[in-house]
């Protein structure tokens, strides 16, 4: 086994982060846990699809990851010879995309001799809030991690940086997958949920109503959701061809009040069973307004502390893979150039 070792008395490190696990292409260069660069390639060629195309996915990140590194090398105005350390996501994610960060974190760390770090995309996601904030401090443990993303919505209890349990998951589509889905039947480009968020401010979100799916304990279910949805589309425009036209803005903020309601309800259980006054969010759809506003009134209103990421460490970034790096090197946590990616890579 190539297990590395490395010096990390040393006072500054230099931590390369890659993140290629879906769609976007991504490098960042920390110096300890201040980001001196986060430099993002996003691929629009999906947008056409209405989703991701795996494969279309990894050949966009082969014709990416140079520039893309290079460009986060410049911006920090580092030399990569100072690099300390290269950390990359080792999974969850889109096998072809995650096997294209990998093998170039790979060959870059035994080219200039450097650890390698394996970064689980998930963790990152949370522990986003551990790059240095002036206008927050990091959130103080144990916390309820809280992860809606594209592909993910899981609730985590998390006791220390490496020691996180999932408690709640999706049983079907994920928040940020039942935002696109719905945007897509109304028309909108991939990825929808921003343009929900951007329509939903001028809409009325009680104009419609949609049933909040049962589940039992900490899980959500959102693909009843999505069909409820769908069919009241279909419904409409069979009697109405300008149905979404006429009705856009309002159809998107009831979706999304419901989508949010949903996690949320979730989130205060989790709550009042786990007993964690702090709740950390993490993934694409911690942008969202309605999260956002719906989070801050429960902090004041029931004594919560919450914890948003700035928006550039919401979506797929690879700041909070050089953080997760930092940490790791921190406590001698570092990678083998024999393991491989994994898709399903648990927390
Ligand atoms: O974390 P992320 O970049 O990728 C995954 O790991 O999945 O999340 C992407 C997801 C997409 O589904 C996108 O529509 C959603 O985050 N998203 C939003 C907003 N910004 C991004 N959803 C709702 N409101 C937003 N403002
Ligand atoms: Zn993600």
Known sequence: MLTQSVNVMKSTSYIL?????????????????????????????????????????????????????????????????????????????????????????KSMALGLNIPLIEVNHMQAHLLCHFIKNNDQPPPTFPFLGVTVSGGHTQLVKVESPFEMKEIGRTRDDAIGEAFDKCGKIMGLNYPAGPEIDRLAQDGNPNAFSFPIPKVDDLDVSYSGLKTAFINLINNNSRKNHNFIEENLKDLCASIQKTLVTVILEKITK?????????????????????????????????????????????????????????QKLLNHRLGDMNQSVSAKLPL
């Open 17 to 105: 982060g890659i993140e290629s696990s879906c769609d976007d292409t991504a490098a960042a260069v920390l110096r300890n846990d201040e980001v001196l660069s986060n430099c993002i390639a996003n691929q629009k060629i999906h947008q056409s699809y209405g989703g991701i195309v795996p494969e279309l996915a990894s050949r966009a990140h082969q014709a990416n990851i140079v520039p893309v590194v290079q460009q986060a090398l410049s911006i920090a105005n580092i030399d990569k010879k100072e690099l300390t350390a290269i950390a990359y996501t080792r999974g969850p994610g889109l096998l072809g995309s995650l096997l294209v960060g990998s093998a170039f974190a």
């Open 270 to 326: 989790a709550q009042e069973k786990y007993k964690l006054k702090r709740v950390v969010v993490g993934g694409g759809v911690a942008a969202n307004s309605e999260i956002r506003k719906v989070l801050h009134l429960k902090a004041q209103e029931e004594n919560w502390e919450v914890f948003l990421p700035p928006f550039q460490y919401t979506t797929d970034n690879a700041a909070m893979i050089g953080i997760v790096g930092y």
